[in-house]
T-cell receptor
Framework: DAGVIQSPRHEVTEMGQEVTLRCKPISGHNSLFWYRQTMMRGLELLIY????????DSGMPEDRFSAKMPNASFSTLKIQPSEPRDSAVYFC???FGRGQGKGEQFFGPGTRLTVL | DAKTTQPTSMDCAEGRAANLPCNHSTISGNEYVYWYRQIHSQGPQYIIH???NNETNEMASLIITEDRKSSTLILPHATLRDTAVYYC??????????????FGKGTRLHILP
């Protein structure tokens, strides 16, 4: 398995533009997570899905952020409009429940977003 | 999820055992101890987890005290590639789905040549 796949790996955009980050989880996993990492705030959870349904979006900063999971093999995180303070590395992770695994999350390589 | 306390940073000589402590004095009976690490510019990587017994795998050993209020992650023969930030996490793990991880600041481990 190729692991969790994220695209793009790097994104540079200007303030006000729409940004879409993409994630393909590991096949068979039923939970998907979006995290954001900055020097100031560390790693923080934005939203997570179980069986394609959002379970907890309390970490989503504001209405400018939205996430979807239209099927088990694809998720998007959209920022519209983007702001310089959104600059961060965004990680996607996927997992089984403990009944099928060790309760470990598998992280993708991340998307480094820079908003100018 | 319970909070954890870890040292900010540690050094260890290459080839020696690295012992990373973690305090989790408010852990509940159904919460597991998980360890992840993050090598520079990569996503976090699972290392090991346990409930109350000591655990060992190909990467590390996990020692949990009898009262479960603290634990130690042991990397038996540290290499330069073990230089990373190590996160100790306490969490409930469901049977049918996974739940969010709340990451703290972790311990920055430097392996010295």
């Amino acid at each position: 398995d190729a692991g969790v796949i994220q695209s793009p790996r790097h994104e540079v955009t200007e303030m006000g533009q729409e940004v879409t980050l993409r994630c393909k989880p590991i096949s068979g996993h039923n939970s998907l997570f979006w995290y954001r990492q900055t020097m100031m705030r560390g790693l923080e959870l934005l939203i997570y899905f179980n069986n394609n349904v959002p379970i907890d979006d309390s970490g989503m900063p504001e209405d400018r952020f939205s996430a979807k999971m239209p099927n088990a093999s694809f998720s998007t995180l959209k920022i519209q409009p983007s702001e310089p303070r959104d600059s961060a590395v965004y990680f996607c992770a996927s997992a089984f429940g403990r009944g099928q695994g060790k309760g470990e999350q598998f992280f993708g390589p991340g998307t480094r977003l820079t908003v100018l | 999820d319970a909070k954890t306390t870890q040292p900010t940073s540690m050094d260890c000589a290459e080839g020696r055992a690295a012992n990373l402590p973690c305090n989790h004095s408010t852990i509940s009976g159904n919460e597991y101890v998980y360890w992840y690490r993050q090598i520079h510019s990569q996503g976090p990587q699972y290392i090991i987890h346990g409930l109350k017994n000591n655990e060992t795998n190909e990467m590390a050993s996990l020692i949990i005290t009898e009262d479960r209020k603290s634990s130690t992650l042991i990397l038996p023969h540290a290499t330069l590639r073990d230089t990373a930030v190590y996160y100790c996490i306490v969490r409930v793990v469901r049977w049918n789905r996974d739940d969010k991880i709340i990451f703290g600041k972790g311990t920055r481990l430097h392996i010295l040549p």
